[in-house]
């Protein structure tokens, strides 16, 4: 395959770290592996579910992109900042109709980075999957690469497999947060058998998820891993003075900015996991901060940081 014509310059693998939460839990080891340190707006997992999707769009010769998500979604915003940084035309099409007038802060990203939008009701947007109005899809922009919503194709499963390396052996319990399940599947993929992953889903009844995790999975890493899908604090997108006092807490005391929707959920679930016994004494746990900080910018007034 044709290596990737990425402009690495501005993306920064090399800035990823592994920062150490020193008693923030009792009788654990706690650290977080910084994978938002990347890019601002291609951070943390996006970046990883993008790289192959842009090698296959380089070697396929397309000059577009589609691909789809709500109006607070991290995926679009980071692939219309990549299409814009690899110089291929983007279009992102968005769950619900909206006011153009009223953009969500994401969405206005989005076309600041030259995404076209394709605003589509809730009903069609569930066709997003279906072969016929892929068809279709693929028909009115014949050029372009289709990425499926988060990323979730096997591309974006693959480029996962590479934020393992990040990750050392010594860990007894890998936490990552769960939209579509991409991330968390490469990451079980990868793993070592003696490390349990924990995937934080921050939606009601979000343990839906296992069925297609189960079926991205291979049968012997199958055992190893467990969804929950308590710590939604009112369901996806949704948070409470609970989830915002903890995000306020938790940079002062570590100077580490959480995101809302993903990565503050599941800090605050492993800290209510841990205060109920949850992990044997001495366990190691590496949590994965997997960026999604634009997406603060519609609660920024609560916000310290
Ligand atoms: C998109 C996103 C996730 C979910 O990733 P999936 O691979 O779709 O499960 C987790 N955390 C953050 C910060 C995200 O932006």
Redesign the pocket.
Known sequence: MKTTCVNMDTIHEENIQVQQLSSWLPNLTVDLLRLDLIHPIIS???WF?LKYNIQQIAALGCTEVVTFGGPYS??LVATAAAAKEFGIQSVGIVRGEFDEAQLSPTMQACKDFGMQLEFISRTAYRQKNEPEFLEQLQLKYPKAFIIPE???NEW?RKG?LEIYPFISEKYTHICC????????AGLCNAAAEHQQLLGFVPMKQGRYLENDINNWVSSERSKNWLLLDEFHFGGFGKYDQQLIAFMNQFYHQFQVPL?F???AKMMKGIQILAEGGFFPQGSRLLCIH???LQ?NNSIKSYLDF
């Open positions: 943390g997992n996006k579910k991290n995926h988060g990323g979730a974006g996962c947060a769960v939209g579509s399940g991409t991330t968390f995101d929707v993903y990565t997997s960026g999604g997406g």
